[in-house]
């Protein structure tokens, strides 16, 4: 491809060389020229085209582009551009190979044939090549352009002088005046000068009459003379505004006002402020804004109301209006004369007077406690109930019962007992049987305690009277019988023997029995029962009474219900009835052991078998039935272990067997072996290297480890070890009993040799001779 | 008066701000087989109709042609500004 730009740009550059040429003689022929030049290009590019040949397209074409390059050639300067057209072979790619296009005209059949819009055409592409054929732009010669531009301004200037000449040519120059040679001239001249001069005088002279008699000459006079102003009265002040508050002004005072300073294209009217005012003013703000009131209140209602019973809305942001809008001065204006009373103002004050006065404040009063009490004021109307005395059956019955039972009832409790008695008229219930007296004053249900206000008093319906008086009631009630309850107890304490107790009883019975007589006639006969008294022994069990299986329980219950019946004093004959059935019973309890002991005595030889094993077995015993002689048996010793039982096992977690705890065991034969008791044999074990050397027991579990582990000491330790063997041979190489270099021996064997005793050791070597001393 | 040497061969075919008018364009189509082919045409034409210059230029039926830009295929009915190919452009040719 490279090769290809290659001939590329040498065919551009021929190209331009051919231009150049063609553009040096024929200047003007344009388009003739660039015609041609498209006729040269595509001749160069088939040129080209051919040169990088690949698909060998049409050597006949080739033939035919060169014939047609040959006859082209003399023919590119007279030939129009359709005759290069024509050649072309039709619509079809006019190249061997490569780039293949079609001229735009070419195209535009195609389309046309196709159906499709013709080429676009702008202004550049009709004027310029296609990419194949670029149209060379003509040079910029930039020296050219330059010399244009000069001649150009040249040329300006040469009109412009021009102009300036003939303009200055009109007037003359001092030097051209010919005037002063002819003095005649000049006089003449200046003579016409003076009459002109007087001339326009005497015009303005009649103009100046007429302007007189049509009385324009004032405004004359005015607009150019200068005339005195009139004076500035308090009538020129009317319109003017003051900007200061009308209430800073005081009554009496002369305060100075003066013009305040405006801007030069401001065309609103004058404003008038005192400086001391507005330095006064600006001090207060200033002191306003010192005091760091709080921009914005929370909870300040959306919209607030004016002086003037204006509603105000609470603007977003408010603290910044007067940034933004400006400052809002408070002003008034000066009416006729320079006066100002004020009378707007005024009459707004009165009507804001007038407005608040008829406001009405939307405060409740003061939310106060309510008191649990009535007020005297209100007792003067409160009425109190009458009291309705109930006739109660009972008789005999403490003073306390002159109580309106309307209020001490309770209304169907369930702890009354069972089967309700018929209320008397008037819902009298009885009272309930308490065995714990008086312990609580039952509720009244409202719609009950209405019943006996509508019964009571219809016409004085004051509720809360009863509730209070009921109340009092209760507790006298609760009192009366709390001191009861003590004084029994006290009773009890004092009579300890039982059989006065019991004596006390009977006389009570006979009292209760007395006050009941439908009812209690049987109690005067206590019966007792074995069975009955062994249940009563049982002990003061709850249920006492409850299990229903005691003849004489409804008699009791009755008792009890008709004791209850009686009011306050129903509780107390209550508690004495327990007393004295308790007393009863403790000596149903003496009476009991003794009974079981007496039996046992009696029946001491024949024990009862029914009675239990014990019993069995003690009669077996007696009859001499069981031998009572314990025999030895010879204990086998059991082995570790217990012995295994198939019906039951302990489960001891400790024992649980895994196999860590079993290595430790030791499941072999404990004992020795009694034949071989003299048996001691005597074991030496030795351990030997590969040497054969015997090995210490470091040495041994050394050599067994590295054994074990597979792998023995590493590089220095064996050189260590080889070392020291080594020298342990060494060592027991060595004699004892010379020195390493046996010196011993080669005295000896001199001493030999010598056949003398001693040696004579001398300095030199030479006495000694190698024969002598050699081993 | 005239220098040898020129400044500049200014090769325009179009004008700086072209975006938003039609203009003509010419399209490099090569196969890679021998075909190379430059094809005139507007912008606002379709690749349909480029397969149909196509196919007249190279002797092909245009159905059988495709266009392509390495995987990207040229549908036909979406115009030649749309796809943004422009002036002087390369097209893969294929032929299925």
Not at chain 1, 672 to 698: H, M, N, Q, W
Not at chain 1, 730 to 754: F, I, R
């Amino acid at each position: 491809m490279g090769s290809s730009k290659k001939h590329k740009e040498k065919g551009r550059d021929k190209d331009a060389e051919e231009r150049h040429r063609e553009h040096k003689k024929h200047r003007h022929k344009e388009r003739e020229r660039d015609k041609e030049r498209n006729v040269t290009r595509e001749r160069e590019k088939r040129k080209r085209s051919r040169s990088k040949e690949r698909s060998g397209r049409g050597s006949e074409r080739e033939g035919r582009s060169k014939g047609e390059r040959s006859a082209g050639e003399p023919r590119v300067k007279k030939e129009k551009v359709e005759a290069g057209y024509q050649e072309s072979p039709g619509i079809g790619p006019q190249s061997a190979s490569g780039d293949a296009s079609l001229s735009i005209e070419e195209t535009n059949k195609l389309r046309a044939k196709l159906g499709l819009k013709p080429l676009e055409m702008t202004d550049t592409t009709k004027e310029l090549g296609t990419k194949e054929q670029p149209m060379v732009a003509e040079t910029i010669n930039p020296v050219y352009i330059k010399q244009q531009n000069e001649m150009r301004e040249k040329l300006a200037a040469m009109k412009e002088k021009r102009l300036l000449n003939k303009k200055l040519g009109k007037v003359k120059t001092l030097a051209e005046g010919d005037w002063l040679d002819d003095t005649v001239a000049w006089v003449e001249r200046s003579r016409k000068m003076a009459k002109e001069k007087e001339l326009a005088e005497k015009r303005a002279k009649l103009l100046q009459e007429m302007d007189e008699e049509f009385g324009v000459s004032n405004l004359v006079d005015e607009e150019f003379g200068q005339t005195k102003k009139a004076a500035y009265s308090s009538r020129d002040l009317k319109g003017l505004t003051v900007q200061h508050r009308m209430e800073s002004f005081n009554e009496g005072e002369t305060v100075i006002l003066t013009l305040q300073d405006q801007g030069v294209l401001e065309e609103e009217g004058d404003v008038l402020v005192n400086v001391g005012l507005v330095d006064k003013e600006k001090a207060e703000k200033n002191v306003e804004l010192k005091k760091k009131k709080p921009d914005y209140k929370a909870y300040e209602e959306d919209e607030s109301v004016d002086d003037m019973a204006t509603f105000k809305p609470r603007t977003v942001l408010g603290k910044y209006d007067e940034e933004i809008d400006g400052e809002k001065k408070k002003s008034f204006q000066l009416s006729k004369g320079g006066c100002a009373e004020g009378e707007r103002e005024r009459e707004l004050q009165a009507i804001r007077e007038t407005l608040r006065n008829q406001a009405q404040s939307l405060e409740m009063p003061a939310l106060a406690i309510a008191s649990e009490y009535y007020t005297p004021q209100e007792m003067v109307g409160f009425k109190k109930t009458k009291q309705r005395v109930r006739k109660i059956r009972k008789k005999a019955l403490p003073d306390e019962l002159q109580l309106d039972d309307t209020r001490n009832t309770d209304f169907g409790s369930r702890v009354r007992g069972r089967g309700r008695r018929q209320l008397d008229e008037g819902q009298e219930v009885s009272k309930e049987g308490v065995i714990i007296p008086g312990l609580d004053v039952p509720q009244q249900s409202d719609d009950i305690r209405m019943a006996d206000m509508d019964i009571s008093d219809d016409e004085d319906f004051i509720p809360t009277e009863l509730a209070v008086l009921e109340e009092d009631e209760a507790e006298q009630d609760l009192q009366k019988q709390l001191e009861k309850q003590r004084k029994k107890l006290k009773q009890k304490q004092l009579l300890q023997d039982s059989g006065e107790k019991v004596a006390e009883q009977v006389p009570w019975l006979a009292r209760v029995d007395g006050s009941d007589d439908e009812d209690n006639k049987n109690n005067l006969n206590i019966v007792f029962n074995a069975t009955s008294e062994f249940c009563r022994t049982l002990g003061d069990i709850p249920t006492y009474g409850l299990s229903g299986n005691r003849e004489d329980q409804e008699d009791i219950m009755d008792f009890e219900q008709e004791a209850a019946r009686d009011g306050a004093g129903g509780s107390d004959s209550d508690e004495d009835e327990n007393v004295g059935w308790s007393i009863v019973n403790v000596d149903e309890e003496q009476k009991q052991p003794d009974f079981s002991t007496a039996s046992t005595t009696i029946l001491d030889e024949e024990p009862i078998v029914s009675s239990g094993l014990a019993a069995a077995l003690a009669l077996c015993k007696n009859k001499g039935l069981l031998d009572t002689q314990m025999q030895k048996i010879s204990r086998v010793r059991a082995p570790t272990g217990a012995l295994p039982n198939d019906n039951y096992s302990i489960e001891d977690k400790m024992t649980i067997d895994d196999k860590y705890s079993r290595r430790e065991e030791y499941r072999g034969f404990t004992q020795d072996f009694k034949e071989k008791d003299a048996y001691k044999p005597d074991v030496k074990i030795e351990y030997v290297d590969e040497s054969g050397r015997k090995l210490t027991p470091k040495e041994a579990f050394r050599q067994l480890s590295h054994r074990f582990h597979g792998k023995g000491s590493g590089k220095m330790k064996t050189e260590r070890r080889m070392k020291k063997l080594e020298e342990e041979a060494l060592l027991k190489k060595m004699s004892s009993s010379d020195t390493p270099l046996g010196t011993v021996a080669l005295l000896q064997e001199k001493q030999k040799s010598q056949k003398t005793p001693y040696i004579v050791l001398s300095g030199s070597g030479k006495s000694m001779n190698a024969n002598n001393i050699t081993k | 008066m005239f220098t040898v040497s020129s400044y500049c061969t200014a090769v325009s075919t179009n004008s700086p701000r072209l975006s938003l008018r039609i203009r003509m364009i010419e399209v490099v189509c090569n196969d890679r087989l021998g075909k190379k082919v430059r094809v005139k045409c507007n912008s606002e034409d379709t690749i349909g109709d480029l397969k149909k210059l196509i196919a007249a230029q190279t002797g092909t039926r245009w159905d059988k042609i495709v266009l392509k830009k390495w995987y990207t295929i040229f549908k036909d009915h979406v115009s030649l500004g749309d796809y943004e190919i422009h002036d002087g452009q390369n097209l893969e040719l294929y032929y299925q």
